[in-house]
Every structure is written in C-alpha cells, then in structure tokens.
C-alpha cells in the first residue's frame, strides 16, 4: 500500500480551467511538501506546508494542509500550459525519531491544453 | 537550478555491467539522498547520507552501493546490471538540522540497459 495516496492519477483539462489535485494519507506528517516535474527533469520543490489548516499561496497556485496533517491538496487556478507537469507530494511521517525517509506519492500528471 | 549536479546524464550499457553515478550537492548542504525513478514505481527512495556516514536505507538492492566522501560528493555503484535497473536515477541534497525536511534535486542520470 502507498503511504501518501495522490488523486487523480492524471489529469487533462484545457487553459483557463481551475482544477484541485489531493494527497491523503492514514498518517499524520510532520510537514507536506509539493513537488512538481517536468519530462527528463528533477522534481523542483514548490511549496512546505508544516501547519495543520495551513494555506499557502504561489501566484495561482493554492496549497492546503489538512487539519489533522494526514492529507494536502493543490489547487490551481486559469491553469496554463505552462503549469503542464507531473505534481508530486511528500512528506516524512511523523514519528517523534529521527526517521528522515521522505516518502513520495505516484503523483499527478496534468496536462493544461491551449 | 537546483544547485545539485548529477554526471552523467545519460549512460547506456549492457547487461551484466557496472556503473557509477556521481551527484554534487548543493553548497553548505551535508545530506545527500539517491532515489530511482520508473514508470510503474514511481518515485522511489534507496539511501541516505549525512556527513559522510549512511543515515537510511530505502528499497535499496543489494547489487547496489553508495558512498559519500569528505568533500560531499556521493557515488552511487549499480553492479551485474539487469534491464529492470532502466531508470532515471535522482540525487537530492538538504541543509543540516532543518525540520521540514525539504530537498533539492539534480537534474537526474537516465539509465538504460540493454
């Protein structure tokens, strides 16, 4: 079983659209972590959410940590082209050790249509 | 630019072979992370190192090792290679003692093996 769960697994919408992607878990995080890719890239880190009920703004780009630090979602609004890209999250499960394996989900593959 | 360095970015080879992949990280950061990228598993986590000593271990194989040395740079020895080791293979750096457990990616080694 994946720890953190992403859904959808892809998505596909055109530009202008708004779309929201999540990232759930049966376990509580010290801190969440959005990550987004592009083909033949590194993930490059978009945002940490440590806070339960946290929101955090990039441009369009919306980010919210669950109450109970068991889950995030990403919203994203007028998407662009641009914002094509596999979104990833992660986190490392709180543990109160010294436990610092960041666990990824499968992602969410989007692609904005012009 | 992440600041992290991966050489090489590519690297074909046969079956049976042995590889070594080299990852600089960013400057000041003291942990490196190798994980490896498939279409099927994902993102997924094969070791850590701090400060020159092993800290995790991941869904690392046996056929695999890494090593980081005084000046920081990790290397990470794929050895009798096998055509399910095609892959991209990512290392990521950190900043000492910072809790969000945030990291830094390079731009990544794609292996294939034939």
Known sequence: TQLLEQSPQFLSIQEGENLTV???SSSVFSSLQWYRQEPGEGPVLLV???TGGEVK???RLTFQFGDARKDSSLHITAAQPGDTGLYLCAGVPYSGGSNYKLTFGKGTLLTVNP | ???V???PKHLITATGQRVTLRCSPRSGDLS???YQQSLDQGLQF???YYNGEERAKGNILERFSAQQFPDLH???NLSSLELGDSALYFCASSAPGQGKYEQFFGPGTRLTVL
């Open chain 2, 1 to 3: 630019d992440s600041g």
């Open chain 2, 46 to 48: 094969l070791i850590q």
């Open chain 1, 22 to 24: 999540y990232c759930n």
């Open chain 1, 48 to 50: 940490t959410v440590v």
């Open chain 2, 5 to 7: 360095t991966q050489t």
């Open chain 1, 57 to 59: 703004k990039l441009k």
């Open chain 2, 74 to 76: 990790s290397e990470l």
């Open chain 2, 32 to 34: 490196v992370y190798w």
